[in-house]
């Protein structure tokens, strides 16, 4: 087998492994510990609805085994930041002062973007050259405008990074 890891965005509320057997309506088996503490666990990532009390597909899954794979939001890392930037979310750490502020990311102009007059004057080029723009990450700020933004050292090291 190849070794995989995960990553997706889930709903989950504690719930022990009897009180997930009677939410679904189910026996509990004979062999198993209803006292098993767990978690329901919704994946909004797709999937066909289970039941009609969510929107997503509904497990459980044993305490220890959540625990080793997922992570409130707003405990999260930068890499982990990284890797929900990548897939279209805004991300923000608890630890910033501004209310309201968080990172996107920018795809940038790959194919080119016509330079405006004050870009094709700070480069010394002609007003509509096709200026190439990477991507990057941009940061909404508290003034409510965006800014070009790089993690400063602290940013990187956080673990208090979560989704918007």
């Not at 057997?21 to 189910?26: A, K, S």
């Not at 503490?37 to 797709?46: A, T």
């Not at 305490?63 to 805004?90: I, R, T």
């Not at 080029?125 to 940061?139: M, T, Y």
Request: some cysteine.
């Amino acid at each position: 087998m190849k070794q995989h890891v995960g990553t997706k965005i889930i709903n989950a509320k504690p719930m022990n492994r009897l009180d997930y057997n009677v939410f679904r309506g189910w026996e509990l088996p004979t062999d198993e510990n209803g006292s098993d503490e767990g978690y329901l666990v919704e994946y909004v990532d797709g999937g066909k609805p289970n039941t009609s009390e969510y929107n997503g597909y509904v497990s459980w899954s044993p305490k220890e085994q959540f625990d080793n794979a997922y992570k409130a939001s707003g405990n999260l890392s930068f890499g982990d930041a990284v890797v929900y930037l990548k897939q279209g979310f805004k991300v923000s750490r608890k630890g910033w002062n501004g209310k309201n502020m968080y990172v996107i990311l920018m795809n940038g102009y790959p194919e080119g973007i016509p330079a405006n007059k004050e870009t094709a004057i700070k480069h010394d080029i002609e007003e509509g050259s096709l200026i190439k723009v990477r991507p990057h990450f941009a940061l909404w700020t508290a003034q409510q405008d965006l800014a070009g933004w790089t993690p400063s050292g602290s940013d990187c090291l956080a673990n208090d990074w979560e989704i918007v």
